[in-house]
């Protein structure tokens, strides 16, 4: 079988490659300079390459690298995640927050502090993970059922509806634990600011792991986005592909809610920003995905900081913001069975 | 000819003495609950201290418990929960889905998020606040409109807007949430979800006006709403002024809803709930309006007893009522998409 093995020339890809690649690096340029103090690039250069240089803008800039490099890996994991989800359920309307996996990675977290007493990033993944899983193989599961399989609406629906019941719960489990509310407000707004060294070391094994799986995948999406019958003839195992995605996309996107709280809209951006430079090969998409995604993340935690200022606005409204009419906008151009 | 009609006829006044027999029954419960509202507290007064004070009688301790605490809060519910009720059960009717009601397509968050610009960044009085209110829930209303019109318009991508708008909306509450610095849990769950906690006699006038004047229209049109749900064409040529009747349908029942909404925050799943349930109950072919603004009442007040007093916390309402419309929500997507309705 001759699968067109280069849908684009490498120079092109190579060029868009590099054009994102100096997007990212002024994105994270800007992460580390701005904010409610802003440093300038002679103290940027000593902050990152002379560590002798003992100054309080410095020891800034030395801090928001944290900060930098967490909203790099966040923004990656939720683009792949994002670009995973859309492809294993052919839907381009599929994004963590929307599909209300975030809301049960949130749910477990609540219930892991409410009882369980945990509070630290390495307890909180764990938890999330399992809610984050839970809730996708459900919601997938009803949005699914009937005739037609998953379409953009069952789907959003019930997410939206599962978002909905879950979201009552946490609420019940947090109102009559004042200290549980407090630690859980900070997380659930959705921030990259509480980013530590820790968060980012326990985070990178489900990263590295997330991505090299996408990035394996990749081929064989290619064929099964030809069609379920024609991938299954093309000898592709479907279920075992779908489920070996998908818990990549879940891992992904559950490992970083857990740390950095829900983020919405970033997997449903970036995978449809890619598709619209670069087409629709995922062995193209999956990296593009994770850079755009890192992209989008830092751009708007650094407006954020700049909107918000002298203090922050967290980055989970900012994506939010501008995700939502996005998402409208997609949703004007699926198609829509007639209820 | 005559004999033949008659099966009819027999079945219809039975249908209609079911409707007035569960009607009833409604108003009774409802009646029982906001009584009560009135008697449980902190301190349980009987029935008789309670009609004193409502008659303006000075009972020591009951007057200001009852008076100027459960009243206004028992009022506040009543109210919120005809105007979640009815104006659910005009959305769903007239679009002919029960997804699309006010809490799904986002209305009530339009509302919501009005009523917290004007009270977080204008810092204005009430009645100003009822009137963005009112404006935000319109022109959510026009927002969804003019978005899913398009080529090819359906339900399903209304919904769909719907929720995408609320995802915005609910954005923007929390970050004025935020920005006001009144982060506190009270504030930010009667926001996003409803809550009757605090709710003060001078805040109902406009609530209760509005719902005053609205009910009557709605109720006018309810013929004319059960035609409509028999489609564009069957109405058209029965007589009814289709666009007329639905933009008069429309303002009435988002006056009411934003209304509430700037009261009591919009309590959650309310008004997705009222009209499925008193449909449940009255059957097929009837106008549902009256039943299900009392099982909106119904539901509100049950559910802010349950909150207040069932657990060892006190939840807000919006939570207990989200608790019981969220699953209920899933329910009848699983049953659509089983059926393959959507």
């Not at chain 2, 419960?29 to 008659?55: K, Q």
């Not at chain 2, 009822?130 to 409109?145: D, F, M, P």
């Not at chain 2, 934003?258 to 309310?270: D, E, N, R, Y």
């Not at chain 2, 559910?303 to 209920?328: E, K, W």
Request: include cysteine; glycine fraction near 10%; hydrophobic fraction near 55%.
């Amino acid at each position: 079988m001759n699968m067109p093995k280069k849908l684009h020339t490498p120079k092109r890809f190579g060029l868009l490659l590099a054009g994102a690649l100096v997007l990212l690096v002024v994105c994270m340029l800007a992460s580390l300079a701005f904010g409610s103090r802003t440093v300038g690039w002679d103290e940027l250069l000593d902050g990152l390459f002379r560590p002798a240089v003992q100054s309080y803008e410095a020891d800034i800039v030395r801090q928001r690298v944290v900060r930098t490099v967490f909203s790099f890996m966040c923004g990656a994991a939720l683009g792949v995640s994002g670009a995973l989800m859309q492809s294993v359920t052919r839907n381009p309307i599929a994004d963590p927050s929307i599909l209300g996996v975030n809301t049960g990675a949130a749910l477990f977290v609540v219930v892991g502090i409410a009882f369980f007493n945990i509070s630290t990033a390495s307890d909180y993944i764990w938890f999330a993970l399992a809610g984050a899983l839970l809730t996708a193989a459900f919601v997938f599961g009803i949005g699914s059922l009937g005739r037609g399989g998953s379409t953009p609406l069952k789907l959003v629906l019930a997410g939206a509806a599962t978002s909905a019941a879950l979201s009552s719960l946490v609420m019940a489990i947090m109102i009559p634990r004042s200290n549980v509310m407090d630690q859980f407000r900070f997380w659930q707004v959705g921030s990259v600011g509480a980013g530590t060294m820790d968060s980012i070391m326990t985070f990178l094994p489900f990263f590295i792991g997330g991505i090299v799986i996408a990035i394996l995948a990749a081929p064989s999406l290619n064929i099964l986005a030809l069609g379920e019958e024609l991938a299954t003839g093309l000898g592709v195992r479907i279920g075992t592909l779908k489920l070996i995605a998908s818990f990549a996309g879940v891992i992904l996107c559950g490992a970083a809610t857990a740390l950095a709280g829900p983020i919405g809209f970033i997997g449903l951006l970036a995978p449809h920003l890619v598709r619209l430079v670069i087409g629709a090969d995922e062995r193209y998409i999956i990296p593009m995905s994770a850079l755009t995604g890192a992209i989008l993340l830092t751009f708007a935690d650094v407006a954020g900081r700049l909107l918000g200022s002298p203090g922050e606005l967290e980055v989970g409204i900012v994506t939010a913001f501008v995700g939502a009419p996005i998402l409208i906008a997609l949703t004007m151009k699926v198609k829509v069975r007639g209820v | 000819m005559n004999q033949s009609i008659q099966p009819i006829i027999h079945n219809s006044r039975k249908r209609r003495q079911r409707t007035v027999f569960v009607t009833l029954v409604l108003f009774a419960l409802a009646l029982t609950l906001s009584a009560t509202m009135l008697m449980l507290g902190n301190t349980i007064y009987p029935v008789t201290d309670v009609i004193r004070v409502l008659f303006g009688e000075q009972v020591p301790g009951a007057s200001f418990a009852v008076g100027t605490i459960r009243l206004p809060r028992m009022l506040a519910g009543v109210f919120a929960g005809l105007a979640f009720g009815i104006a659910g059960t005009v959305f769903q009717t007239m679009l002919r889905n029960p997804l699309a009601n006010p809490n799904v397509i986002g209305i009530t968050t339009g509302s919501s998020a009005a009523a917290v610009f004007g009270i977080v960044v204008l810092q204005a009085s009430d009645t100003f606040v009822s009137i963005i209110s009112i404006i935000g829930g319109l022109l959510t209303v026009l927002a969804i409109y003019f978005l899913s019109k398009g080529a090819a318009f359906s339900i399903g991508r209304l919904v769909l807007v719907g929720i995408g708008i609320q995802a915005m909306l609910t954005a923007v509450i929390n970050y004025l949430l935020l920005i006001s610095r009144q982060n506190d849990v009270g504030t930010a769950m009667r926001w996003l979800s409803g809550s009757l906690n605090g709710v003060k006699m001078e805040t109902l006038p406009p609530l209760m006006i509005a719902v005053a004047l609205c009910l009557p229209v709605i109720l006018r049109l309810s013929r004319q709403l059960q035609i409509l749900e028999l489609g564009e064409m069957t109405a058209t040529s029965l007589g009814v002024k289709t666009n007329q009747t639905r933009v008069l349908l429309i303002v009435a029942s988002v006056l009411m809803l934003a209304l509430a909404t700037a009261t009591t925050g919009p309590i959650a799943f309310v008004a997705f709930l009222a009209g499925p349930i008193a449909k449940r109950l009255v059957g097929d072919g009837r106008s549902t309006i009256i039943p299900a603004a009392l099982v909106g009442v119904i539901l509100v007040l049950a559910a802010d007893l349950i909150g207040q007093f069932a657990f060892t916390a006190r939840y807000p309402v919006g939570v207990i009522t989200g608790m019981v419309g969220a699953p209920y929500l899933i329910y009848l997507l699983i049953r659509m998409n089983r059926r393959g309705e959507l």
